[in-house]
């Protein structure tokens, strides 16, 4: 049986998907090494692309190392420790040229770190976090000596369950509810719950680049859903629902990453419509909720769902304590047993520790009030790097919330200089190409204002850009 056929989007880059498919089978182990690789001619036909697109991909493996030839046999696994060390040394610049995770951007230690969508520590009340992991160790003597349970603390589960439904009418029950360690490990378990080989999975563009490598891992055919400054096109979410069928669309409306864009409540509500009527999950990723400069953002789609379609993705780790790195998932029985079953296997619960310190610290009065101190300061960030961004000719939409600007740099950037011109002066931040389902955008970047205090953020600003005009970036 075949395949069904590539994406006939940008057509010169259905070579880039085919090597997407061969190199996520290869890091999953569906191909073990010195194992002989599918025939050009086998896999154009599985996959109902021109020979040429699977030769040409073949040839990238090889060239960037994964795969060897033998003459007359076809294309073989080569064995990981005789992969050859990059032709970039410098992280940053790697990230960017070979379209490696996020990580590696943030493993990059400088000075004026843009890169980090996370609050600066110096914003967070400290003292008063330290004092209060001393209370739970009294509340809880034994806690370091207890494992959680692979579904959460049920005094925390109980606790949000109560916020959610008070906040945002979700009607929730403990059963219904998960910790996890963050946002990205949901991610991460839904995607091998939910997605095999070649279901179709849609995805924003351009969206929060580890989401992309995730779903790459699982093997997913990714379609992208454009979103700009007033949403997405319905139109177009409806017919690649109709015709593709998606296993499911991550997407994060509210101070979305990297965009900042925040999609209304019409849409919300004509979304969970959609995805009911086309049978398509909706994985809602809310990170950054509390974290709104004026007025509060629109209720996410999950106070919308009556039918379960819609999984609710929080991560309290970017703005509450980092370092306690809690998150949760919340959706309908049927569809947590097999999360439940996932997580059980990765590991024996999120940190109890971590749980008992955030469920009386995030509920206590003193931190509610510090939220609002806490957007006070990061709209204050905003508008100092857009005020040094000023006297440029660049391109963004000033966000109502969030951490990051998503910026549009003159054509005549050259990109591959930049990042490595940037590392050298200790200055980091994220490409666009790796937010890009597609891989483009090459003259997109993010920078974010959040983890940096304000005298940082001018001087940063300013190197920045003197960096992108000294390269011819106008």
Known sequence: MKRHGLSSIHAEKLFEQVYDYLLSGIRRGDWKTHEKLPSVRALALEMNVHRLTVFKAYQLLKQNGYVYVKDKSGYFVQPSELLPAGPWNDPIVSAYVQKSHLSEIHQVQATYQFSKALIDPNLLPNLYFSEYVKRVFDLYPKVLGTYSTAQGDQELREALCRYYTERFRFYLTPEELMVTSGSQEAIDLIARVLVKPRDVVLLERPTYSPAIDVFLRQGAHILSVEIRQHGYDLEQVERLMQTHKPRLFYLNPTFHNPTGYTVSREQRKRLVELAEKYQCLLIEDDPCRDLYFAKEPPLPLFSYDTAGYVIYLRSFSKYVAPGLGIGTIACRPSLMAYLLSAKALSDSGTPLLNQKIFLHY??????????????????????????????????????TGGFNLWIKLPDSTPMEKLLGTCMEQSITFVPGTICDPRRELATWIRLSYSYLNEQQLREGIRKFVGQVLALGGE
């Not at 709209?379 to 857009?386: F, L, N, Q, S, V």
């Open 362 to 399: 995030f509920f206590s009065e003193r931190m509610q009030q510090h939220l609002q101190k806490l957007r006070t300061a990061l709209a204050i960030r905003r508008d100092i790097m857009e005020e040094e961004l000023a006297a440029t000719d660049w391109e963004w939409s000033s966000p």
